[in-house]
């Protein structure tokens, strides 16, 4: 995601903002810039692609200041281009703005700023901010980002520079960090304690609704009020490698745990409860082709195929198109048929991977409409598509993907409904299952926090050879999923299976060496699976059961269980899925596996 660092003091900063960004790769960007202010003056530097390409271009025309702002930019609104690239500045270049987050009422915003003949260059919702600060400077910078501030729906961590205020930084934060660092006569402000923890450690952590000001002789910081605040700083002892894994481990466990936020991400702005509705931007223009679509085709390789297989249970159910999911690698080579009025979806975290790309572009050249559900903004699916819809969730690091998955199944969620309102599903349906779905951060946030029984259970099976996962329903896929995951970094065999299939095969392997994660939640198959439990107790297996919160029985049937919270059965591989994840990660921990980076695997797999 988006990252900022700003610098007032003594030291050349120009330098130090390079290196500040570049600790912030990891996040993962597509571009980025710097704004200095020299001779009371903004000069902005951006650039395309990596930290390095603005770096040779400072190179080659040297500058030197003592404040100044740096951003690397992830694209939300508008393509990963250099007009794109922050800072972004106001009408006159007087204002240059730094932002991370999302402004959804951006464009009432700017169609407001349009009627007093403001131009933009981007297709961003950043440079409306530095338009409609510049619309309120009167000579204070701070209160002008405040006016503008109290304008502003939707998340920001936001820095600003004026060039008639040469020595001050002001930022403020709603719902994405901001960190500000304490030097010798210098401050520095960052998204990322790893920007800055080279410089120093004692920092001040804006909390939401904070402004500060920093320049050479201190900081003020008050409340969007305008009330004052005065927080001790914190001194932080850790390491840089801790930080930019925000204290975990490893990216995978940070990613998993990330989920009640990324959740979020996903749905904000999309779901209207009370009216049961959807909207999904990048659809608008294919509203009518979706109305009239007899078939859903989804494309999509790995995690984003078994997040595409509880698609079609939920695009089936409500909408009642008949769904194809089809491995991208396969699509590719069978001749394939294509219906009329066919929409296919390639389904892809990180829009890269070759086998999807090919499989959209032989949909699209038999005639179906090509749509893309992806994370990376600007990959080349997001590109090839005729429209989409992003995941919002974030970069995902780890090679093993987990918060793409509960993304994309949200994804799916909303346009099952928004399929589902064009043919008949009542509002009140609707408003059930979105008022379901916008609970989802908060349950999974619920199973997150039992963490340490998942710990216990991979102490436990650390040294199994082989699992499997069975299950019905939507929950299917992610039995795949679950046993996906846990080969993938563990290297321990795993099998997912539909629960009822076991007795035509699988149940021959069955002793009690044999670990079975079972998915026994509360719907229509579930005294169906209770049965399979038995069947493999009869013959000695050991049962894992992730189970509702509610569901007192399952243990006696059951040698462990991972607790859930009960939700709307359509909507449970979006909790399902956690305690597996979880179980994955522990167990190749355990193992002192490599967990972020398993033998053999890519994080994108570009080629065939
Ligand atoms: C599994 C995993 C892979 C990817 C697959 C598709 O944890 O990460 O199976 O899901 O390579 O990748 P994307 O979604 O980037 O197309």
């Known amino acids: 995601m988006c990252g900022i660092i700003g610098y007032v003091g003594t030291r050349d900063c120009v330098p130090l903002l390079i290196s500040g960004l570049k600790r912030m790769e990891y996040r993962g960007y597509d571009s980025s810039g710097i704004a200095i202010i020299n001779d009371d003056k903004i000069h902005i530097y951006k650039k395309k692609g990596k930290i390095e390409e603005l770096e040779k271009g400072l190179l080659q025309n040297p500058h030197s200041a003592t404040i100044g702002i740096g951003h690397t930019r992830w694209a939300t609104h508008g393509a990963p281009t250099e007009v794109n690239a922050h800072p972004h500045t106001s009408f006159s270049g007087d204002v240059a703005v730094i932002h991370n987050g999302i402004i959804e009422n951006y464009s009432e915003l700017k169609q407001a700023l349009l009627l007093k003949n403001h131009t933009f260059r981007s297709d961003t919702d950043t440079e409306i901010l530095a338009h409609l600060i510049e619309e309120f400077y009167e000579g204070d910078l701070q209160k002008a980002v405040i006016r503008a501030l109290h304008r502003v729906e939707g998340t920001y961590g936001i820095a600003v520079l004026h060039a008639g205020e040469p020595d001050k930084i002001v930022v403020a934060r709603k719902g994405s960090p901001l960190v500000i660092g304490i030097g010798d006569g210098e401050y520095f402000v960052a998204s990322d304690l790893a920007a800055m923890v080279e410089y120093t450690r004692d920092v001040i952590f804006l909390e939401d609704g904070e402004v500060g000001t920093i320049s050479r002789e201190g900081l003020t910081h008050t409340t969007l009020e305008e009330t004052r605040i005065d927080r001790k700083s914190t001194h932080i002892d850790f390491s840089l490698d801790q930080i930019e894994k925000g204290g975990y481990k490893h990216f995978m466990l940070k990613e998993i745990m990330e989920q009640p936020h990324t959740l979020e991400d996903t749905m904000r702005g999309r779901i209207q409860v009370d009216e049961g509705n959807i909207i999904l931007g990048g659809l608008q223009g294919h509203l009518d082709a979706l109305k009239k679509a007899e078939h859903i085709l989804l494309l999509a390789c790995g995690t984003s195929y078994h997040s595409a297989l509880v698609g079609r249970y939920l695009i089936e159910e409500w909408a009642r198109i008949p769904v194809q999911v089809e491995y991208a690698s396969e699509f590719r080579y069978r001749n394939p048929l294509i219906e009329k009025n066919t929409i296919a979806f390639a389904i892809s975290q990180s829009g890269e991977t070759f086998d999807t790309l090919e499989a959209m572009r032989e949909a699209r050249k038999r005639g179906a409409l090509c749509l893309g559900i992806v994370n990376t903004v600007g990959s080349t699916i997001a590109r090839e598509t005729d429209g989409g819809i992003y995941l919002h969730a974030g970069p995902e690091i780890g090679v093993a993907s987990t918060k793409a998955f509960t993304s994309q199944v949200t994804v799916l969620t909303m346009l099952g409904v928004l399929l589902g309102r064009q043919r008949g599903m009542s509002a009140e349906e609707g408003r059930n299952i979105l008022g379901d ?131 709307h059965p359509m909507l449970m591989p979006l909790l399902t899925v956690i305690p597996l994840q979880l179980l994955s990660y522990y167990v190749a921990d355990i193992l002192g596996l490599d967990v972020d980076k398993p033998r053999n695997l890519a994080k994108s797999v570009t080629v065939e």
């Open 437 to 567: 779905l916008r609970k989802m951060p908060d349950l999974v946030a619920r199973i997150l926090r039992t963490k340490d029984d998942l710990l216990d259970i991979a102490k436990t099976f650390s040294r199994a050879s082989n699992f499997l996962y069975l299950a019905r329903g939507p929950n299917y896929p992610v039995a795949l999923e679950g046993a996906l995951k846990l080969k993938e970094i563990s290297y321990i065999h795993a099998e997912g299976y539909p629960a009822a299939e076991m007795k035509h095969g699988p149940i021959a392997l069955i002793d009690r060496k044999m670990p079975v994660v079972f998915i026994a939640t509360n719907d229509n198959v579930y005294a169906k699976v209770l049965t399979n439990i038995e069947e493999v107790r009869s013959r000695e297996g050991v049962v894992i059961a992730v189970a509702s919160e509610e569901d007192k029985g399952i243990e006696h049937l059951a040698d462990h269980v991972l607790r859930i919270p009960d939700c």
